[in-house]
């Protein structure tokens, strides 16, 4: 079908085309219903009988709760339920894997509904379900809580310090290396040290060393769909959940979990879901409207608004970050030291792991040393965005290597195609390369027509970035149920956030030898597909699409076998090639040999599962120009490329678009995004007027080079695409700013008063 | 309590009647009581476009219009774009450049780009951003959204005789 | 949102009847842009909203030899689509086509927009420029003020309990003039104003003098105010880098900005002296056709 933008392919672009379905660009399966508004998003859900919930959420930023007085709201007129942490069981110390690591339950509940204390302002406390929403509001305000207010601690680095309060009683520092705990309550939940080569050794070596500290802001995954649950606790005690999730079984072992029930009783439906970018995995009106829906009896819907979604869901840590870079008179690295704190929010959980291991992963280094902290704060409880925890230290780590490039007269693009990883690279955590294609991604620019062209005018500046992400493997199950007509449903459990139900037809129409238009791939709840971990992690097209994958190759097995006795021949003389099943005498296309099938004998349905991991990290290199008002310190973007290595590109259209959309929220993150507190530690911009999500207006084109570099670990040679693109932004524009201006700007986000700040300092 | 008013508008073509409360929003109604839910609740306060739809052929935000004013009103929502047997070219247009990914922005973006398009048939690239930043998207980054509406613009221009090129 | 009645009044006399009967708590509704959002997040509480779009003289928009009048209510869009507000009163139009995005244009109002009086309305700094007079009608009838008396504080304004605007009132443009309004935000579109600057200049007939300027500043202070002084000076002063310099040093010299999560006091004074000058360049540029 046509499309106005063609994909720029890097490197194999005159071969004839390997594949018939894979590379082209079909209309998506669920694109008619979401052009013309008859999609389900989360609130479109209609339960019959449904009442509307709303959530009581702390004013204060730090404090105890010293009671609950819930009465005046339940003798509310048209109040049908209340509820606090009290109807929710007790989680004792439990730890639970959850679908998106380790879970300490105690914090999941307590984030749900508060039990002792509130650790950020808008924590949940109590909520009340109502015949309308406007009566569950008003109910809502007229609980009264008593609270005594505690110090609100805001920054990673003071509540690091030893006198600072301490958010949470039960926690205590683990060491990542040997699993032991400290002795007394910090908010430092977790210390991670890694370590390569000689340190000391490295840094003599150098003849060039570079030394900053760096500090982002908390930032927001910012989907537009606010966060909505809606569920039934029926009287059998059968729990049914509808809600936009990115993952239908995490919400189940969630809802399992917090609500002490057995995991057979809860079913998940998946609404489409309106946005994630990893911020809807985590549950947080589901466990309270089950209850609400036991004590009222019939099911309850709460919705958040935007407010809500800002002040209690989401963000990606705040941090602090130092880098210490060093390299040789031949502009090799030869030792680089991070240490990195990352807010993790009222609970522990930061992404510091991932961080620690991205922030030298796009670089081939001798020695280094990485340590990093995972710190409680009174901010929301982070949660995953779009490569968590990789962007914030490839800001870091990009704008030093800029300096040092800087220092050494190279060009930035020469000293990356220099020192990058490449297969064999031992990264400082220990973790060896399998064919990677940083490499490719820097030659792709390079060689692109933006790169070529020089920027002419003044205060214009142009800046490079690279960035990592590891990508994820995990568990996915696919069901294919053949059609008499010959036409194939394809069920999955991977709840599709941009396109994913596509891709993953492709694959499957790929392997079976039909067209995407032929196979209707529909989500469906947790009781009628296989287990099927989140969407994230970059994994549904790798993992879900090798399951389909799987899934044909079975269909393949059986119509081989079942043509062999329909032809009373020897299964050895059958074989499927190209989408027909041939014979020693007879050959029968796909939907030929279905419908014959659908005459007689037993239906035929095709399974795949997959649980491989080797999903082939994925760099992108980006490039920008800029233009900086030197009187107003305002970054105008001129022109955007971004590289990328996708494996094989499945539906470039939808690749183009995860590297468009990825670099647009890394130039959010870059330039105006930010958590904004007042010193009571209240967020002050909890509105998408002054939460400043970048706007068309704000953007020219974003070119996406789609550079296929295929990954051996699968079939078709898919590397995940979703989250390396936000990673290398904010790196990118640092260094375009200090290009055309000559300001270093070491705090993120970059906007126009502290630009303008630099400005004026570098004047004086 | 407000008594319930009943208000009278013509809603995709069809005249409907509606009861309810003076503090119901216009989406509120739209939403839950006459089941067109094409329009999205995205921020509530008039910065996300997501609830957009044409109200007497100007893009509005349901969520800042009380249900009352709605008396008398010519409402145009997503679910009355597309003709019977078919889709209309804004719709044509946002698939075929794979403009959506989780599709939550669409609806809005599309009535949006309706009521923008009815007025200036011929827009420029700067037009387009320009009228089209009070509508939010997370997932695309704009690019191929604003590529689709340049495309329906043209093929609007092509079955229509009234677009003229201008000449700057 | 909480419980409130709603009457959508045809005349002027039932509107103002309808506001003083409710004790101060009706809220007067035009394109309720702010309005409904305040009311759901109960910042404001209201018994009683008053829909003024159905009254004549709220939605009237007039130019004429005797100068231009602009309803209240009149929306946004209508303002910058106009012809001779855009050729003689461009200013105005200019804050229009800039607040909010397309669908906010399409109910707000500048007459809102001013009894809102937010520090950093978009509208009012232009008014200022202009020489507005807001004509306000109330229970013990008619009374008008200039529009640089009107805002009182942030969010506070002159209105007594069941007076409304009805419009605002421009005087005729002289020959060899020009206006504009400008603000900083940190996006393109969308933002609140950090600084705003409105500036209407008269040059004589050379177009090298100045002949009058008035400056109005928004969001650098608890409201939006005449710059006196950065105005007075132009006046007889020859149109160069110079003089309009000048301006804006008087301008940065005059406001009391604040750090908040829009700006820091350091860049909004800065801001407010280049934005001076861009403005008034613009509004010279303008002024010589």
Same mark, same amino acid.
């Given at each position: ?195 390569? $080569? ?76 309106? $946005? ?489 | ?168 | ?289």
């Amino acid at each position: 079908m046509a499309t106005i933008d063609e994909t720029r392919t890097a490197e194999g672009s005159e071969e004839t085309p390997k594949y018939k379905v894979i590379g082209t660009r079909p209309i998506r399966h669920d694109g008619s219903d979401k052009v013309t508004g008859r999609a389900l998003y989360g609130a479109d859900i209609k339960v019959k009988g449904m009442i509307f919930g709303a959530v009581l959420r702390s004013p204060h930023a730090h404090a105890n709760i010293k009671s609950i007085d819930t009465s005046k709201a339940e003798a509310f007129p048209g109040v049908r339920a209340v509820v606090t942490s009290a109807d929710l069981p007790e989680p004792g110390d439990k730890i639970a894997e959850l679908g998106e690591g380790a879970v300490v339950l105690n914090h999941l509940s307590s984030n749900n509904l508060a039990r002792t204390k509130v650790l950020y302002k808008g924590h949940a406390v109590a909520a009340v379900a109502a015949d309308n929403l406007h009566i569950a509001q008003e109910a809502a305000s007229l609980i009264e809580v008593e609270y005594e207010v505690l110090p609100p601690v805001m920054n990673v680095l003071k509540a690091m310090e030893d006198d600072a309060p301490v958010l949470n009683p039960d926690v205590r520092t683990e060491e990542a290396s040997t699993g032991e705990t400290g002795d007394k309550p910090s908010n430092i939940a977790k210390h991670i040290v890694f370590e390569k $080569g000689d340190l000391e050794k490295g840094f003599a070596d150098a003849k060039y060393v570079v030394e900053r500290e760096f500090r982002t802001s908390t930032v927001h995954q910012g989907y537009i769909e606010p966060h909505v649950a809606t569920v039934l606790w029926n009287n059998d005690g059968q729990i049914t959940v509808w809600t936009p999730t990115q993952g239908t079984f995490s919400v189940r072992s969630q809802m399992a979990e917090l609500l002490h029930v057995p995991l057979a009783r809860v079913k998940v439906v998946p609404a489409e879901i309106g $946005g994630g970018f990893g911020g809807k995995i985590s549950v947080y009106l589901a466990p309270a409207a089950a209850v609400l829906s036991r004590k009222a009896g019939v099911p309850v819907q709460i919705v958040m608004d935007r407010a809500d979604v800002l002040q209690a869901t989401g963000p990606t840590p705040g941090s602090f970050i130092r880098i210490k870079m060093g390299v040789d008179a031949d502009g090799r690295l030869t030792a680089a030291e991070a240490w990195m704190a990352y807010e993790a929010g009222g609970y522990p959980g930061s992404p510091i792991g991932a961080g620690a291991m991205c922030v030298f992963s796009c670089y081939d280094i001798p020695n280094g040393r990485v340590e990093g902290y995972d710190v409680c704060v009174n901010k929301p409880r982070t949660n995953a965005y779009r490569a968590p925890g990789a962007t914030n230290a490839a800001f870091a780590t990009e704008t030093v290597v800029d300096e040092l490039c800087e220092q050494m007269g190279m060009s930035p693009l020469e000293f990356r195609l220099l020192n990058a990883s490449k297969e064999g690279t031992r990264r400082i955590d220990g973790v060896t390369y399998p064919r990677i294609g940083l490499v490719e991604t820097l030659e792709a620019i390079k060689n692109s027509e933006h790169y070529n062209t020089p920027l002419t005018g003044e205060n214009q500046g142009r800046g490079i970035g690279s960035g990592f992400w590891f990508n994820a493997g995990l568990k996915s199950a696919v069901t294919a149920t053949v059609n008499s007509d010959g036409s194939v449903g394809l069920l999955e459990g991977s709840t599709d956030i941009g396109g994913s139900r596509t891709a993953i037809a492709m694959q499957f129409a790929e392997a079976i030898g039909l067209a995407a238009e032929d196979i209707k791939p529909a989500v469906v709840d947790t009781d009628s597909v296989g287990y099927t971990d989140v969407t994230g992690g970059s994994r549904v097209t790798y993992a879900t699409g090798w399951a389909a994958y799987e899934a044909a190759q079975d269909l393949k097995r059986q119509i081989v076998s079942r043509a062999a006795e329909l032809w009373e021949v020897d299964p050895d003389l059958v074989s499927y090639e190209d989408g027909s099943v041939i014979g020693p005498d007879k050959s029968m296309t796909f939907k030929e040999i279905a419908i014959e099938l659908s005459l007689g004998g037993e239906p035929l349905v095709g399974r795949g599962v997959s649980n491989h991991n080797e999903p082939g990290g994925a760099f992108g290199t980006h490039l920008v120009d800029v233009e900086v008002d030197p009187d107003t310190g305002k970054v105008d973007i001129l022109r955007y490329t971004a590289a990328q290595d996708c494996g094989t590109a499945i539906h470039p259209a939808y690749v183009e678009g995860q590297i468009q959309g990825g670099a647009v929220q890394g130039i959010g993150w870059g330039l105006n995004e930010e958590y904004w507190y007042d010193e009571a530690g209240s967020m002050r911009n909890a509105n998408f007027l002054d939460y400043r999500i970048p706007t068309c207006y704000d953007l020219p084109m974003i070119d996406p080079i789609i550079v296929e570099v295929p990954n051996p670990g699968h079939p078709y040679g898919v590397r995940g695409v979703g989250e390396v693109p936000i990673v290398p932004p904010p790196a990118a524009l640092e260094a375009a700013i200090y290009d055309a201006v000559g300001v270093r700007m070491y705090e993120l986000p970059m906007s126009p008063p502290r630009v303008l700040h630099e400005l004026l300092k570098k004047e004086s | 309590m407000a008594k319930k008013r009943i208000v009278t508008a013509t809603v995709n073509g069809r005249e409907e009647e509606f009861l309810c409360q003076p503090r119901q929003t216009l989406l509120e109604v739209l939403r839950n009581t006459l089941g067109l839910t094409g329009a999205k609740e995205g921020c509530s306060n008039g910065n996300c476009g997501a609830c957009s739809v044409v109200i007497d052929g100007k893009a509005v935000n349901t969520c800042m219009v009380l249900a009352v004013e709605a008396e008398g009103a010519n409402i145009e929502t997503i679910e009355g774009l597309a003709p019977v047997d078919g889709l209309d070219p804004l719709q044509e247009a946002f698939l075929e450049n794979a403009a959506l990914q989780c599709g939550i922005c669409t609806p809005g973006f599309i009535m949006s780009a309706k009521a923008f398009l009815d007025e200036n048939p011929n827009p420029t690239e700067e037009e387009i951003r320009f009228s089209m930043a009070g509508n939010l998207c997370r997932c695309t980054g704009y690019d191929k959204i604003v590529r689709a509406i340049q495309q329906a613009a043209e093929t609007r221009c092509a079955q229509s005789a009234s677009c003229e090129k201008e000449t700057v | 949102m909480r419980d409130f009645e709603y009457e959508a009044p045809t005349s002027l006399a039932d509107a103002v009847g309808l506001l003083a009967r409710s004790n101060g708590n009706a809220r007067p509704l035009a394109g309720g842009t702010d309005l409904i959002d305040h009311v759901r997040t109960g910042r404001l509480s209201t018994d009683l909203i008053v829909d003024l779009k159905k009254i004549p003289e709220l939605m009237a928009l007039e130019l004429n030899d005797a100068g231009l009048r602009l309803g209240a209510a009149v929306p946004c869009y209508q303002i910058y689509s106009h012809a001779g507000i855009l050729e003689n009163y461009t200013a105005i139009a200019d804050s229009s086509n800039i607040i909010g995005g397309m669908q906010i244009q399409n109910r707000a109002s500048v007459g809102g927009n001013l009894a809102n009086a937010g520090a950093a309305a978009d509208s009012t700094p232009a008014l200022i420029a202009l020489e507005a007079t807001v004509v306000i009608q109330g229970p013990a009838g008619s009374r008008e003020i200039p529009v640089d008396q009107f805002c009182t504080g942030p969010g506070k304004n002159v209105l007594e309990p069941g007076e409304i605007i009805v419009e605002l009132k421009f005087p005729p443009r002289p020959g060899h003039s020009g206006s504009h309004y400008r603000r900083f935000i940190p996006r393109n579109e969308m933002d609140i104003a950090v600084v705003g600057v409105g500036a209407s200049v008269v040059l004589d007939e050379s177009g090298e003098n100045f002949v009058s300027a008035r400056i109005g500043l928004g969001a650098v202070a608890a409201k939006p105010f005449y710059a006196q002084e950065a105005s007075e000076l132009l006046a007889g002063q020859p149109v160069n880098d110079e003089t309009i310099k000048k301006a804006g040093e008087a301008a940065r010299s005059v406001i009391k900005p604040i750090t908040d999560m829009r700006g820091t006091e350091e860049f909004r004074l800065h801001v407010t002296g280049v934005l001076t000058e861009r403005v008034l360049k613009k509004a010279v540029e303008r002024a010589r056709g």
